[in-house]
């Protein structure tokens, strides 16, 4: 599958936000569910979400509860097909700090 387009991340109140590009000539694709994944590595914890709202979107939010929110986290963004035959390659979308 096509990796995520242009993704972006911000801290929010509730956790993360990531958001994607949503090109005009994906057809097939728009369908495709987003996975997030915010990893803590000074309390070893991730939270996740494996199966998002759809490519189409072009954001999400992953809840993070108030620990994770407490500390720096690597996060990561894919997708995965609806029929989860396909996923895309991961992408590194760096550290992000508490607020």
């Known amino acids: 599958l096509l990796p995520a387009q ?3 991340i911000e801290r929010i109140n509730e956790g993360l936000k990531f958001s994607w590009d949503v090109p005009a000539i994906m ?3 728009l369908s495709d ?4 994944l915010a990893y803590g590595a000074k309390s070893g914890r991730a939270q996740r979400m494996v199966y998002g709202p759809s490519r189409r979107e072009g954001a ?3 809840l993070l509860d108030d620990n994770l929110k407490k500390e720096p986290l690597e996060t990561y963004i894919s997708f995965v097909s609806v029929d ?3 996923v ?3 992408i590194y ?5 508490p607020i």
Not at 33 to 36: A, C, D, G, W, Y
Not at 93 to 97: H, T
């Open 88 to 90: 895309a390659n991961s």
């Open 84 to 86: 989860r035959t396909k």
């Open 27 to 29: 057809s097939r694709e």
């Open 60 to 62: 999400a939010i992953l």
């Open 93 to 97: 979308l760096g550290r992000i700090e």
């Open 6 to 8: 242009n993704p972006a």
């Open 33 to 36: 569910q987003v996975m997030m």
